[in-house]
């Protein structure tokens, strides 16, 4: 056991591991083969598009679903057969589900009186997370009384006044409009790293799991496709499908050939011109995918010798960037340039990518090429 200075709260530094574990729906696959190792005390991150596995990753865990094959532990224990209020694992949904009779004290406290918990333990283990959570002054309200953000809160309350070994959280902020939700995520990363509980996190959300995550787990199809620090993915993605999932504006991605002997790469009226070899070894196949984020694109208004010409498609001004969408070639991609520029619409500009960020995919399976 171990106890935060601050918190007063004693957590349970708990290991989980998914050992090839496969579920199916029937026929449907729902998770395959899925070899995950979570050390204690990590807040890891569930990320993919829904029907990626990610919350039958999560729910095979609370054991609210079954397991086909492989096996799932918690600590050093396989949970496969152990039932779901044994497990000893507190799950925040993506509603809030509380009590509307019961009062927010009431609320908080139900998962401990339910296990027949002394009364007096009761309201100091009530008291303490609700003053971490900030909403001490709050016990005597009844839900309807509550904003959006007290009950989630309430709502992580009374998961963390069980001191469970594990904490299982699916989409939670997803209810909360967008200012709600950036200032709930901060509140979130310092809970966790006050209580130190391990933490499965499921999201569809990227920009939650870059601000979040220890590590990120990126799920499609029911299979893991890479689990990394979120820098790592975002810098390194193993395949297309991450590397377009991770990152806001996505990946653009322009189909071609490589010709390693004039390093260039060549597309549909689009030739790329490279100082250095770009891959080492070269790859099977000429026929390459070229990867480069929206942040490594250097826009200009004036023609330069190695600039690819783009016609302005839109823009979108944020205040503090601008979002440039341009039709190069028969494709369309977009630049983040510097508020302080002006781009009209069908106006021609030319552009040039960070040699050094590039990213290159296989044509056929997709996979990273080194």
Known sequence: MTQSPDSGYSAQLMRVAYDRVVKKYGPVLGVDQLHLEIRAGEFIVLLGPSGCGKTTTLRMLAGLETVTSGSIYIGETCVNEIPPRERDVAMVFQS????????I???IAYPLRVRRIPRSEIASRVKKAAELLGIGELLERKPKELSGGQRQRVALARAIVRQPRVFLMDEPLSNLDAQLRLHTRGELKRLQYELGTTTLYVTHDQAEAMTLAHRVAVMDGGRLQQFDTPLAIYQRPANRFVAGFMGSPSMNFLEGKLDHAERRFVGPDITLRFANEVLSPPPSSDKVTLGVRPEDVALSVTAFEGGLPATVYVTEALGNETYVFLNVGPGRIVARADPAMRFEIE???????????????????GNRLS
């Not at 106006?347 to 399976?365: A, G």
């Open 96 to 103: 809030y589900a509380l009590y509307p009779h019961m009062t």
């Open 105 to 107: 004290a009431e609320n």
């Open 347 to 365: 106006s021609r500009v030319w552009l040039s990518f960070d040699e050094t960020k590039l990213h290159f995919f296989d044509h056929v399976s």
